[in-house]
């Protein structure tokens, strides 16, 4: 009996938007926290789902490679909403807050006769049909593009996709009044001038060249108004609006113009969230909102304020790795020749190659990891040549960076790295005595004649502790 309070409590708190992380837990769907989504992960989830009796699954169609995608009806209101996922395949966050949603209505079934009634009333007046993970193929390569190399977002026009037709023909089809167009957008957008990251960014896609406000329009923009105070709530600072330039080949748009009021939602990065958790976690709260909200009618209640006032996403806003103050040699290696910012991006969703892309002034970006290295002194320094077998320890490692040895030379196959922290074999961009653009990732930051850090491929190893200060590990 308790367990059943406790499972309602949670869930009245998760319904009524103000669910804390503990609450949330309880009906996150298993196995999804992670940076790729495939069908092969769903394909469980949709088989229970196709067992219970408070929704319906059907078959959508198939992808390119013969991948079923599925339809999803919940409700039977008169007023219609189509959500969908995941088409871009490497954008999976909404098709795991999906399945979240769908834990929280199925748990919402499993409580007493009387408190569903009351709980489950938007289904009285809403039929919420979901597509999750349009793009199946594409998902399994972890790919934006279908199994053809066709953007699916961008087929709303010529539906040369069989993804895309299966959409179109479920929109024409079903009809609906409003439209959720759900996303991941990439780490580096900044909320406006925050210096944080937009974790959330919303639009109300045009209908038109001239960027109108028709009444279906009108309708998604107070939808996204009418969410504004939870999301000051929840994510102060860190909400974004992308720019409305009409988008003939696109889907929002396109449905825009079909009279669907239409909402675009992307999740974005967080601080310490590599896989977007927080993000999944408000993409169920909104989805919620946004039902209630829609059954009610208490949406019509708000003005635009809210939606124009949600600042402009600014686009790499966000750096993965600033190190700030460092103090460049002069030619002759006596005094300071200048003192910079050093700010590194690494794409695959902070997993790829480290790249540093910006020397100078870095002050008017945020970084997801920061240094000052006041009173440190750069230096490429040097390499070790590789003449015969080497296993390296973490004390070995240590003791040559030390020494001022940056990186190795030779043959890559004669290193045994044991030291658990990354190496450089042969790097590019270290024979110059000042940082390279686009290069250098590899170098040593000295204080008093000491070598304090060291950055080997854009990742920070601190001597004192032989520790790896991973900027790339929690974004």
Known sequence: MLKRVSLWLALSAVLSGLASAADYTQF????????????????????????????????????????????LKIGHGERKVLAWSQMHGDEPTATAAIFDLLAVLDAQQQQQAGADSKRAGWQQNVTLYLIPMLNPDGAERNSRFNALG??????????QTPEGQLLMQAAKKIKPHYGFNLHDQNR???????????????????????????????????????????LDKVLPEQQGRYNDAYSIRSFGDTFSKMGISTVLVEAGGQFNDPFRQQARQINVQLYLSWLDLISTGRYREYDLSGYNSIPMNNSGGMKDLIISNINLPKADGNGVLAKVDLAFTAGGNGRGQVVLDEIGDASIYGGYYTLDASGMRYSAGKAYPLTGPLTLTA??????????????????????????????????????????RRLTTTFLLSKDNAVQLAVVNGRLIRLADASLLDAFSGN
């Open 188 to 230: 580096y957008h900044a909320a406006g001038d925050s210096k944080k990251p937009a974790t959330i960014s919303l639009l109300a896609p045009a209908y038109n060249e001239a960027r109108e406000i028709n009444p279906s329009r009108h309708a998604a923009m107070q939808l996204v108004s009418a969410v504004k105070p939870l």
């Open 395 to 436: 004390e070995r490692y240590v003791q040559l960076l030390a020494d001022g040895y940056s990186h190795f030379s030779g043959e890559a196959g004669l290193l045994n790295n044991s030291s658990g922290m990354p190496v450089a074999v042969n790097p590019r961009g270290v024979n110059k005595p000042w940082p390279q």
């Open 28 to 71: 996150t769907a298993p196995g999804l926290a992670k940076s790729q989504i495939t069908h092969d992960d769903i394909a469980p989830l949709i088989d229970y789902y196709q067992q219970q009796d408070w929704l319906e699954v059907s078959e959508l169609g198939r992808s390119v490679e013969q991948r079923p995608m599925y339809l």
């Open 150 to 159: 066709i953007d699916v977002n961008r087929d709303a026009l010529a539906l």
